[in-house]
C-alpha cells in the first residue's frame, strides 16, 4: 500500500477535488466555492488546517487550478485510460518542477517529501499532490485511485482498503446505495 507521506499527498489531493470543483454530491449538484470563499475552502481541504493562517486569494486560485487538473487524472483513470492520466500527471509535474527532498520533521527519522520549483503553499502541495498520484500510477495501485459509483455523485477517493473493494466517496454515499437497493429489494416482494 501507500506510504504515510504519500497516502497524506494522495488524501490532500482528494480533498482538494471534491472541495474546489463542480459536479456533484451525495445525489445533489455541487458548485465548488469562488471568490472570497476559495481561500478558506483551501484553507481546510489541507491536512493540518487549523495549524496554518489563512491562504492567500492567489495560491487558493492556483490550488483550484490544480484541482482541476487533478480531477482529470482521477476521471481518466476511472474510465481505463491510463495513459491519458499519466500525461496528465506528467504535465502537473513539469509545470510545478516537482522533485523530492530529504526533510526531519519534529525529532522523526528523514523523510522523503515532495517539493516544487518554488516553495510556496500552491506550488509546493501542486507538486507533492503530483508525485503522489505519479507513484500510485507507476505502481500496481492506479486501480486505488477513483471515482464515486452512486448516483448522482462524483467525487473522489483513494481505496485504502485490504481488499480494494470501495466503489464509493464517503459512508453516505454508500448509505444512500444500500438503502435505495433494500427499498427495490422490498418493493419486487410486495
Known amino acids: 500500500m501507500f506510504d ?6 494522495l488524501d490532500a489531493a482528494v ?3 471534491n472541495a474546489l470543483t463542480d459536479g456533484s454530491r451525495q445525489g445533489r449538484p455541487y458548485v ?3 471568490g472570497d470563499q476559495l481561500p478558506r475552502a ?3 481541504a489541507l491536512p493540518l488546517a487549523s495549524a496554518r493562517s489563512i491562504v492567500e486569494p492567489a495560491h487558493a486560485a492556483y490550488l483550484a487550478d490544480t484541482a482541476q487538473q487533478l480531477r482529470a487524472v482521477f476521471d481518466a483513470v476511472d474510465n481505463g485510460r491510463t ?3 499519466a500525461g496528465h500527471v506528467n504535465a502537473l509535474l513539469r509545470t510545478t518542477g516537482a522533485r523530492p527532498q530529504l526533510d526531519r520533521v519534529d525529532d522523526e527519522p528523514w523523510q522523503v517529501h515532495f517539493h516544487g520549483a518554488e516553495d510556496t503553499l500552491s506550488v509546493g502541495w501542486s507538486a507533492g499532490c503530483a508525485t503522489a498520484l505519479a507513484l500510485a500510477l507507476g505502481s500496481n495501485l492506479a ?3 477513483g471515482v464515486c459509483t452512486a448516483p448522482q455523485c462524483d467525487r ?3 481505496d485504502n482498503s485490504r481488499n480494494a473493494v470501495r466503489h464509493f466517496c464517503s459512508n453516505a454515499c454508500r448509505s444512500r446505495v444500500k438503502a435505495a ?3 427495490a429489494r422490498r418493493n419486487s416482494q410486495g
Open 181 to 183: 437497493a433494500f427499498r
Open 83 to 85: 495513459d491519458q492520466a
Open 143 to 145: 486501480g486505488r485511485l
Open 42 to 44: 483551501v484553507h481546510e
Open 15 to 17: 480533498s482538494l477535488v
Open 32 to 34: 465548488a466555492p469562488r
Open 4 to 9: 504515510g507521506h504519500v497516502l497524506t499527498l
Open 156 to 158: 473522489v477517493y483513494v
